[in-house]
């Protein structure tokens, strides 16, 4: 079938599709993911660096606190300094400053002042003294200023250190400080050999005035690397020139004054190209993983549903009785664009073997009907198809179509299914198999076409024939369609009105009328009315016709409730077994004050397959009062027996026999009879069709009691 390879193949791509969209979303989760795992762990390693710079700070901040407070406690030095003495400051800070120095590699000043900002002796430079205070050292200054003890970073003539001051008094006068420097470089050293980070200081432009080195590397527009760190420049100039994106660097650690103004930041470098090589190739192996097993599955799947839709295809193109192609796979053959001929069969009587034998044989017959189609199929280039009960169907490619190489095939296939004998069990009787066929070619609804020209086939007794113009009944199927529409918006819109025909008496005096149906509708503002020969078959067929009887009723009977004349409704035999008719007739008898106001007409176009009933029914209505009227008497099936045991109170005499009655002898005999054989059993005559004063004169001389026709009056809407 085309829709299920069709489907396979969308199947499949759509497949492919997802399966590779699937994998590049994974692949940019896992990217992501990888993204964040280094990003996560160089803050975690950011974060453990900025703690440990902190604790070994606040501990090497303690211990030397406690050491310089010892060391300018000595009234020795208190007295150096006051006189100035360089030899005796000398001999007490040296082995000090030595000292500490073991201790704290990373001390690496040791200076004292005097009040006046003068330098009085520098123990990591004791060559170096004599020289003032730079005013921007806020640190030194407020330590003269304030005579207290402060703690911080500061930027020095050659390098940013974390300096602690301690103010000196001799017998409680203020004669000078002491300040102690640690470089960060101490810290950095710990920090590198832990963590094997790139680690430097920042500090802010604007500082750079105070040291004497000046150069220094540009990180933005706010700090300058510093110091020595030849490494971290690199990867910092390759990180602004976006060439190493894996080389993380932090400035999270804020490096603060004693003020708590901050002066710089501690630059921490990470080189994560190790770790991302390690999370990228197990990335990868991961996605190849993922990828092989959702091929695996892909190719499962797409086996699988090869196999489901392989199986439903089955079920959904393939008659399950028979197996034959069914009426879908036809549809889905007939779609294509190819030339085609199509035979359609149907079998003659069947619906007759499965009342016979049953619904078993009758199956058995299809069963037996469709291996035979199926062989001739195979035996002539046919598809062969089993589309409803007992219609089959051969459908082949044609490109070249000759009418008589066809006729010749079909009769080849009746031959073959003529030659079927369907032997019952428990019988000695066999059953012969006979078929119908209509035969199509190119055209656009071929099926169609054929069924026509089998219906055609059937109509006129004969056992195939081709689709012709002749037989095409589409245009006659749009006129039954335009019909039921009418009929649908006339109901809707109360179009179906009836039409009142006078009834006469001898005297010509009307006594009744007759109810005529009639539906109205315009086109293009012009008024037409619609007879029942152009509506009323088709109601019937289409389950129209009930609500038309019922709208007749209640219009027509509500008219002539306040009138004194007679009011003749016509009623087909099985309206009297409809419930629904006789429940509307009943409730508008109730209303009328004389019920033998109303005539119901019994139309005799029409046999009644259960007499018995219909004269129950009649019975009754008669008891309530109701005038029974038999319609077209000598036309149809009714006998006379019928009529004596109805016993109507009117026959109206069939309006053919009148139309003819002044040429045709014969219709004056049946005329005559009919109304001896009426008077006889007391029953009023009525003559239809009386259309002129010559016709009205014979009929009253042969002795007919009322008369209707266009001699009197037309029908007419006397409700509008």
């Known amino acids: 079938m085309n829709i299920p390879n069709q489907t396979r193949r969308n199947t ?36 453990s660096a900025q703690r440990l710079f902190e604790i070994d700070l606040e501990h090497s901040k303690k211990g030397l606190n406690t050491e310089l407070t010892n060391m300018v406690s000595h009234h020795e030095l208190s007295k150096a300094l006051k006189d100035g003495d360089y030899e005796g400051i000398k001999s007490i800070a040296l082995p000090f400053y030595t000292k500490l120095k073991y201790e704290y590699p990373a001390l690496n000043i040791l200076t004292f002042r005097s009040p006046e900002g003068i330098t009085l002796f520098r123990a990591h430079k004791p060559e170096y003294f004599g020289d003032m205070l730079n005013e921007k050292r806020t640190l030194i200054v407020d330590t003269n200023s304030f005579h207290r003890s402060f703690n911080g970073f500061e930027v020095g003539k050659f390098e940013m250190t974390y300096r602690i001051t301690k103010p000196i008094f001799h017998n409680n006068v203020y004669v000078g400080n002491v300040e102690l420097g640690l470089s960060p470089e101490g810290f950095l050293r710990d920090l590198n050999s832990i963590f094997k980070a790139e680690i430097g200081i920042a500090i802010e432009k604007s500082l750079l005035d105070i040291m004497l080195d000046k150069d220094a590397f540009a990180i933005d527009e706010k700090y300058l690397l510093i110091g020595k760190s030849k490494d971290l420049k690199t990867h910092l100039k390759r990180k602004q020139e976006a060439k190493n994106e894996l080389y993380k660097i932090d400035m999270n650690i804020e490096l603060k004054n004693h003020l708590s103004q901050t002066l710089g930041r501690l630059v921490v470098g990470f080189d994560m190209s190790e770790i991302a090589k390690k999370d990228a190739e197990f990335v990868n192996h991961l996605f190849l993983m993922i990828v092989v097993i959702m091929l695996i599955l892909g190719g499962v799947h797409h086996f699988g ?27 889905d053959a007939l779609f ?33 009907v469709a291996k035979s189609f199926k062989e001739f199929g195979d035996e002539h280039g046919f598809d062969a198809y089993r589309i409803s009960s007992d219609e089959f169907v051969l459908l082949k ?20 299914i003529g030659s079927l004998k369907m032997q019952i069990d428990g019988a000695d009787e066999s059953i012969n198999i006979e078929i119908y066929c209509g035969m199509a070619f190119d055209h656009e609804h071929s099926l169609e076409d054929a069924q026509m020209a089998l219906k055609k086939a059937k109509k ?12 095409d009944t ?24 009836p039409f009142f025909q006078p009834i006469t008496n001898r005297d010509k005096e009307i006594i009744k009328y007759e109810a005529l149906v009639r539906i109205v509708e315009f086109e293009g503002g012009a008024k037409k009315i619609l007879f029942p020969s152009d509506f009323l078959a088709i109601s019937m067929n289409s389950g129209l016709y009930i609500k038309i009887a019922k709208e007749m009723l209640e219009q027509s009977l509500s008219f002539f409730l306040d009138r004194d004349e007679k009011v003749s409704i016509n009623f087909l035999p099985n309206d009297f077994f409809n419930s629904s008719i006789m429940d509307a007739l009943m409730e508008h008898i109730q209303k009328f004050d004389s019920p033998q106001r109303i005539v119901i007409e019994i139309t005799e176009n029409e046999g009644v397959e259960n007499f018995q009933r219909l004269a129950k029914v009649v019975k009754k209505l008669k008891s309530m009062g109701v005038l029974i009227a038999i319609d077209d008497f000598g036309s149809g099936y009714a006998n006379y027996a019928h009529i004596m045991e109805i016993k109507p109170d009117y026959i109206k005499i069939d309006g053919s026999l009148i139309q003819n009655i002044l040429t045709d002898n014969d219709s004056k005999i049946l005329v005559q009879s009919i109304v001896r054989f009426a008077k006889d059993l007391n029953i009023t005559t009525v003559a239809e069709f009386v259309e002129s004063e010559e016709i009205f004169e014979l009929l009253k001389e042969y002795g007919v009691d009322e008369f209707q026709g266009y001699y009197f009056g037309r029908p007419t809407d006397l409700i509008s």
Do not use: C
């Open 305 to 331: 549903f090869s196999e489901m839709l392989k199986y439903f295809s089955k079920q959904v193109f393939t008659d399950h009785l028979t197996d034959l192609l069914n009426r879908h796979a036809l549809n």
């Open 397 to 416: 490619k044609e490109d070249d179509f000759k009418e008589e190489n066809y006729f010749k095939i079909i009769e080849k296939l009746q031959s073959k």
């Open 474 to 497: 589409k245009e006659h199927s749009g006129h039954v369609m335009k019909v039921k529409r009418s009929i649908k918006y006339a109901l809707e819109h109360k179009n179906v009105i």
């Open 336 to 368: 294509s664009k190819h030339s085609k001929v199509l035979i359609l069969s149907n079998i003659k009587e069947f619906s007759l073997i499965n009342e016979l034998y049953g619904v078993d044989v009758g199956n058995e017959v299809l069963v037996q």
């Open 460 to 471: 006129e007794f004969l056992t195939y024939m081709l689709y012709s113009k002749k037989v």
């Open 12 to 47: 499949l791509i759509l497949t492919s599709i997802i399966l590779v969209l699937a994998w590049g979303v994974i692949y940019l989760f896992l990217t992501y993911q990888l993204d964040s795992s280094i990003n996560r762990q160089f803050r975690s390693v950011a974060d």
